[in-house]
């Protein structure tokens, strides 16, 4: 499988040539007759998708210079395509290269035009590509390629002459490295002895000199230098024809110094430039030159297609590193799982283990629990009744005549519940609770009863300002408004002392103060 073919195309002929493993191969000649004809349709039948590059040299090619306002887009393009119009509207095959931008006035573009004034020629050949879906990737011209043969040269007029077995003479001048001018003269021999080409030669020489000269393309005091590529047996008789003069210097270069400086493996035979320009074509294809959309319509299919294809392939093999990257990931995931579901199973089989050694309880696992949770709450917020009874001793310092007879402690709730010995605490009751005492005292060495009543009071208030809320429950009288007053007129007892019953609570703030 051939990676391209490259054909050469002139007035009577086309060879092609096949390249592969970037290097030109063979060599194929077909006339232009029927005969031709359809032996290349089979040529294009035996390498279908191949692309094809088509190199031109014929004398109908026309070259102009113009200067076009230096923009860019769709602007440049409309400026183009009015030049076309107006310079070659009777030929598809045109097209347009900048040369170089201008240093003064506006700075325009000079562009040079050219164009292939006899489309039939080519067209003719190209027909028959299209009917064989050919993939044509370009149309080709000797003269704008061939600027790489002599790029080392350092010269401001520089005339490069080379000879095409099947089509001819070609001249080019290039002056500051720009085209400038180009001529084609039929010269066709299949063996070529150096009197066919130093008589032709010295001719077109001096015609072409002249008319530089008449178009002031040279200038009065600079010679022309003029680069003649050739083979080693034409070198020697050619070096000795031409003589340099204070007009022309000649510099005759070897062929095969040339195809091993271009990277031509095969050393051309005989002066044929051919096999040299094709390998420039194939070894770096430069962009389209002359092909229209028309022609180009399977390469650009095929390029499509191409593409597709890679896009398709990068995203199958972008899908299937994803998925072999998940399908790791849930390896690993799955190894994981499987170790902790063992670790699993090993904690609860020594949890069984361990349960099962445990001495036999009366009361089961979850009352234990709760029970140790109860006694954890109590521990942080139990409250004690050493605090308030200390306090409510310090009160009963400052009254001596009463006497303490019974005392009872409790914690209850803000709606006053007491929290029965039956009945879960838990930190929210806790942090509710109010302590309460149930105090039952006496008032002794007293006189009378208006003092025991005073001292019961003296002795409320003062735990009031202590910080406690105290209540009489039992006073040693009734002072109830809706109570009877009774007594016993005869009786000879002396009063010696009343009794009393007191609810003590020790109120939020205080109790946060002592605890």
Request: overall charge negative.
């Amino acid at each position: 499988m051939v990676d391209k073919l490259l054909l050469f195309l002139s007035a009577e002929w086309l060879s092609v040539y096949s390249w592969k493993r970037g290097q030109l191969q063979g060599g194929q000649l077909f006339s232009n007759d029927i005969s031709g004809h359809d032996a290349f349709a089979a040529l294009l039948d035996k390498h279908p998708k191949v692309p094809c590059y088509l190199l031109v040299d014929l004398v109908e090619e026309d070259f102009r210079f113009e200067t076009i306002p230096h923009v860019g887009g769709r602007d440049r393009n409309h400026i183009v395509l009015r030049k076309f119009e107006q310079f070659y509207h009777n030929t598809p095959f045109r097209h347009a290269q900048i040369l170089y931008r201008e240093q003064d006035g506006r700075r325009d573009d000079m562009t040079l035009f050219s164009a292939l004034t006899n489309p039939e020629q080519v067209s003719l050949w190209l027909d028959i590509m299209l009917e064989h879906e050919a993939s044509v990737a370009g149309i080709y011209s000797v003269p704008l390629i061939s600027y790489q043969f002599v790029n080392h040269i350092s010269s401001s007029h520089l005339l490069l002459v080379t000879w095409q077995k099947y089509s001819g003479l070609r001249e080019i001048f290039y002056r500051d490295g720009n085209i400038s001018f180009s001529r084609l003269t039929p010269l066709v021999r299949t063996d070529v002895r150096t009197d066919d080409i130093i008589k032709p030669l010295q001719i077109e020489l001096n015609r072409t000199y002249k008319y530089l000269s008449s178009l002031s393309l040279l200038p009065i005091d600079q010679a022309l230098d003029v680069c003649i590529i050739c083979s080693k047996d034409h070198k020697k008789e050619l070096q000795e024809a031409l003589q340099d003069s204070n007009n022309v210097r000649y510099l005759i270069e070897d062929i095969d110094v040339l195809a091993e400086r271009i990277g031509l493996r095969e050393s051309p035979t005989d002066s044929d430039a051919t096999p040299l320009l094709l390998h420039v074509l194939g070894r770096r294809p430069p962009a389209n030159q002359f092909a229209t959309a028309d022609y180009m319509h399977f390469h650009d299919l095929w390029k499509a297609q191409s593409l597709l294809k890679i896009t398709v392939t990068t995203v199958a093999f972008i899908c299937v590193v994803w998925s072999s990257i998940n399908l790791w990931e849930a390896s690993n995931f799955h190894q994981d799982t499987e170790v902790v579901s063992a670790m699993k199973s090993s904690i609860v089989a020594q949890e069984r283990q361990i349960e099962a050694n445990y001495p036999h309880f009366p009361v089961s696992v979850d009352r234990m629990k709760a029970g140790v949770s109860v006694i954890q709450n109590l521990s942080v917020s139990a409250q004690q009744p050493q605090p308030f009874l200390t306090e409510i001793s310090r009160q009963l310092e400052n009254f001596p005549m009463i006497q303490v007879n019974s005392l009872s402690w409790r914690v209850t709730s803000g709606s006053n519940v007491v929290q029965e010995n039956g009945h879960q605490i838990t930190k929210a009751s806790l942090s509710t609770a109010y302590q309460e005492i149930i105090l039952g005292g006496e008032v002794i060495s007293s006189l009378n009863l208006r003092d025991t009543i005073d001292s019961i009071h003296q002795f409320r208030h003062a735990l009031g300002r202590a910080g406690f809320s105290a209540t009489t429950v039992t006073m040693p009288i009734n002072l109830d408004s809706g109570a009877s007053i009774s007594g016993d007129l005869d009786s000879e007892k002396k009063l010696r002392g009343s009794t009393f019953v007191m609810k003590v609570v020790l109120n939020r703030q205080a109790q946060t103060e002592s605890l």
